[in-house]
């Protein structure tokens, strides 16, 4: 890159995160400026714009205020106090925005709890926000209510849309009490004494693995998201951001909202993500904005061409998770002007953006900001999956170009605060103490990254999804990329399996596949692309890969059933033979587990 290109880099970059710290700087852990108030002070400059759309109706942002103090008001009227929790659970809708928002203004916290979930899982959720009230709709309160016995509480259940033929004693419609509620702002003396430490929302982790996880959002970090991409999109009153992701997670639920709501900009949300119907309703709405996840740009990509994919009036998408295969052709094909990449977790206090447009970087520290910017990798061993330590006990730093753990500077502000989850005992899982000196605290991104020279960061793979074998470090989501460009290959999941008598695990690739995959093709793409030891040693295939509703693939199911045909189905495969890979008897996969088999 040449001087004059570095110095227009440098300006961009700049200009990108003196917005974002312009709009996140009047913050403070200690103040009593809450998420609601910033709402109101929207409010009050933006009354008669349009704020939010469904499928269903429009509100001005004067409408959804007065909606929103509805929620207030019939939560005060039923007893609930400062530091109590509502569970919410419904879909996309003007109502859910309007019910936690309302919620917040008399100091009450919000469980938002996924639609996908059911059973054990749903319980867990309902049991651990400790909500006794549940807020739902007519598409969710059935979960709920077949789940309630495994709840280790009582629940009162509101549902919107429920018919008088539903009622029961502990079973209510909704619609009338809220209507009834007074629409006047409730007195900012309700929720006096709070702060931004109190707790504003909890939003959970997908569940990728085990339970989920529900991170505690305070108002400062509610905030901060929603404030630092209303700053960093440059969005105005005249913008239109198009959002199909569940608002019950982070990326969906604050940080479209925020770049919409605390600029005028009009929010249109849809109930769920349609790949045929996402490009005909972006260019009906008039969207000059999208809020993405990664995987929701791969099925566009995948998706066959339709003539509405250019003809729309986007300038950026934004978002987290657009991996490197896919960023190239979603850009051009899609003649996307801007994409802005970050990269944060949901209760993490590492974040880093991609002002740049660089594709495939999550983002960048260029070396004259690295002591303002908390982001550290660290050297880190796959088997023990804990970051190595020197002689003297601390953490060792990468290398450019090597892999490592990222981890955050804890402390006492907005940007280094660490506010855990629910379960105490997994946010000291998620803390590491005394890495470069004794005493200091660090938060466990559980995410692998290596760093370029010029100061781009480049995500490899999830802590636990990286395996050893053959003595080398596999990345799973380097090898998913490889296969997903094999012939006939929809979906990969790629993970390692225990093999008795082996040292590390062997990769296996879970495939969705068409009618053009062929096993000796494959086999032929897997050698020229990959070094030995990456490539699968196992081959499943799979009629549909299980997400979660933000499309992350649900692995530990795939772990659990190995390599063994009872459990997989006999559409199983291991590399060997004339073909390259080569069906798997039950006399191989005998001779595997006796130690007889090579792999």
């Known amino acids: 890159m040449g001087f004059v290109a570095n110095i227009r880099r440098d300006v961009r970059f700049a200009r990108g995160l003196f917005r974002l710290l312009k709009r996140i700087k009047p913050i403070e852990l200690d103040s009593d400026i809450l998420l609601c108030d910033d709402f109101e002070e929207a409010v009050d400059k933006f009354a008669d714009n349009i704020a939010v759309e469904d499928e269903r109706r429009s509100l001005t942002y004067r409408d959804l205020d007065a909606m929103a103090n509805r929620y207030a008001h019939w939560a005060k009227g039923r007893g609930l106090n400062r530091g109590d929790t509502i569970a919410l659970m419904m879909t996309n809708r003007v109502e859910y925005l309007a019910a936690w928002i309302g919620f917040s203004k008399v100091g009450i916290a919000t469980a938002l709890i996924n639609t996908n979930l059911t059973g054990q899982g749903l319980a867990h959720c309902l049991t651990i926000s400790n909500a006794f009230q549940v807020v739902a709709d007519e598409d969710c309160w059935r979960q709920v209510e077949a789940t309630r016995p495994l709840v280790g509480h009582t629940l009162m259940l509101w549902v919107l849309g ?60 509610a905030r901060t998201y929603m404030r630092a991409f209303a700053g960093a999109t440059r969005s105005t009153p005249k913008d239109r951001i198009f959002n199909v992701l569940p608002l019950y997670h982070s990326t969906g639920g604050l940080v479209g909202v925020g770049a919409a709501l605390l600029n005028g900009a009009r929010l249109v949300i849809r109930k769920r993500f349609s790949a045929s119907s996402f490009w005909p309703d972006v260019v009906a709405s008039g969207a000059t904005m999208f809020v993405y996840i990664g995987e929701l740009c791969r099925y566009l990509v995948n998706s066959t061409p339709q003539a509405y994919e250019q003809k729309h009036k986007l300038r950026l998408a934004f978002g987290n998770g657009l991996r490197a295969d896919v960023w190239p052709e979603f850009q051009s094909r899609f003649n996307i002007p801007e994409v802005l990449e970050f990269y944060g977790s949901t209760e993490g206090n590492v974040s880093l953006f991609n002002f740049d447009g660089k594709q495939g970087a999550i983002g960048r520290v260029p070396s004259y900001l690295k002591k303002q910017i908390n982001i550290r990798l660290v050297q880190f061993d796959v088997d023990s999956e804990q970051p190595i330590r020197g002689p ?96 006939g290959v929809s979906e990969a999941i790629v993970y390692g399996v225990p093999v008795p008598g082996q040292d590390g695990k062997a990769g296996m690739a879970a495939l969705v596949t068409d009618a053009k995959f062929d ?13 030995a030891y990456a490539q699968p040693v196992f081959v499943r295939l799979i009629e549909a890969a299980e997400t979660t509703g933000t499309f992350k693939y649900r692995k530990a199911d795939l772990v659990a059933d190995g390599f063994d045909p009872e459990k997989t189905g006999a559409a199983l495969y291991v590399r060997g033979g004339k073909t390259g890979y080569q069906k798997l008897t039950a006399a191989a996969r005998t001779a595997i587990l006796n130690g007889e088999g090579r792999l």
Not at 214 to 219: N, T
Not at 459 to 486: H, I, P
């Open 519 to 531: 096993p000796k093709a494959f086999a032929e793409h897997v050698e020229a692309r990959l070094p």
């Open 162 to 221: 429920l018919g008088d033929e539903d009622e029961s004693s502990d079973r209510r419609g909704l619609d009338k009490p809220v209507r009834g509620a007074s629409s006047v702002r409730p007195s900012r003396s309700v929720r006096e004494g709070l702060t931004n430490r109190d707790t504003a929302l909890y939003i959970y982790t997908s569940g990728t693995t085990g339970l989920p996880k529900a991170a505690r959002i305070p108002h400062s970090r």
């Open 392 to 487: 003297d006990g601390l953490c060792r730093l990468t290398r450019v170009g090597e892999i490592g753990e990222a981890i955050g500077e804890i402390g006492n502000d907005i940007r280094h605060d660490f506010s855990g989850y629910a379960d105490k005992a997994a946010s000291q899982k998620k803390i590491l103490t005394d890495v470069f000196k004794k005493g200091d605290r660090w938060f466990r991104t559980g995410d692998l990254m290596k760093q370029d020279a010029e100061g781009y960061f480049y995500f490899v793979d999830r802590m636990g999804d990286t395996f050893r074998w053959k003595g080398e470090n596999v990345s799973t989501s380097e090898v998913e990329q490889v296969l997903m460009e094999g012939p």
